[in-house]
């Protein structure tokens, strides 16, 4: 591989260095500025106003990012692997409708599929800051989920008995026409929605409402705890005490070959 398509890689795909960080952070930029300058043109009041500004501006985003789909095949051995990937595919639906609304006249509404640059920002966000905190956050939910789905089966239950209670006590008169229905209050009301279309009438049934509001608080509480601890966990087991001899950091993650604060390299 020549100088040059090592250098443009390590820019492009390098996230864990200093120019790799800086292209991934001017990119978020750019299609983030592309998204809302399609989002803007689709307002007919601003298209008439700003027409050709967002159409200037679209041809220089599509430009852009043209020139980084072609940057990207050149400096991949196997260039249509990338072509043929799922972001690949993203890459290429995010310029085409703009080519095209050119070549042919008449598919203005292509341009709705330049909103999946949007699904680009996911690529992106290989950033270390944001992926290891992505690697966190998905550890602790599987290292959870045996805790959260006992927590809901006995809220669901709560719900079909607590709702059921209602039924009887209130009735048909109050709306409560089913132990369906009521289960549905119940859901309503524990998660402090209140939609209002049902609500007790007798003072045992709004104090058993009452009951279920300050039940409905747990609803966030406990699953927050569950997380939290098992992503302090899931932290703690990543940190290898890898030191940066740059910015003197220890708490690099594991398989480090640069640093995610400084982005200088490790020194195995």
């Known amino acids: 591989m020549s100088r040059l398509r090592q ?4 820019i492009i795909f390098g996230t864990d260095t200093r120019a790799g960080k800086l292209f991934d952070e001017i990119l978020i930029v750019v299609i983030i500025l592309s998204i809302i300058t399609v989002l803007i043109d689709s307002v007919s009041d601003y298209h008439q106003q700003y027409g050709q500004i967002l159409y200037f501006a679209e041809w220089v985003f599509t430009i852009i990012f043209t020139i980084e789909y072609f940057l990207r095949m050149y400096c991949i051995r196997r260039s249509l692997s990338y072509v043929f990937s799922f972001y690949g595919v993203v890459d290429l639906l995010s310029v085409i409708p703009t080519y095209l609304s050119v070549l042919l006249p008449g598919t203005e509404v292509l341009s709705v ?108 509480a406990v699953p927050t705890g569950i ?5 302090v966990f ?29 982005g200088a390299k490790i020194d195995k």
Not at 7 to 10: E, H
Not at 121 to 141: D, G, S, T
Not at 249 to 260: I, R
């Open 7 to 10: 250098n443009i890689k390590t």
């Open 113 to 220: 599929i330049r909103i999946l640059r949007v699904l680009r920002i996911f690529r992106i966000l290989k950033l270390v800051q944001y992926m290891n905190e992505a690697n966190h956050l998905a550890e602790a939910l599987i290292a959870s989920k045996r805790k959260i789905f006992i927590f809901l089966f006995a809220v669901m239950n709560i719900v079909v008995v607590l709702g059921s209670i209602m039924y009887l006590i209130e009735g048909e008169a109050a709306g409560y026409t089913s132990i369906p229905k009521s289960v549905y209050w119940a859901i309503v009301t524990l998660t402090t929605v209140g939609y209002g279309d049902i609500h007790p009438l007798t003072p045992l049934g709004q104090a058993i409402s009452a009951m279920i509001m300050l039940i409905g608080y747990s609803i966030i």
């Open 234 to 262: 899931s932290k703690s087991n990543n940190k290898n005490n890898i030191f940066c001899d740059v910015c003197e950091k220890n708490d690099l993650e594991k398989g480090s070959l640069f640093c995610s604060h400084c």
């Open 227 to 231: 997380v939290t601890t098992e992503l």
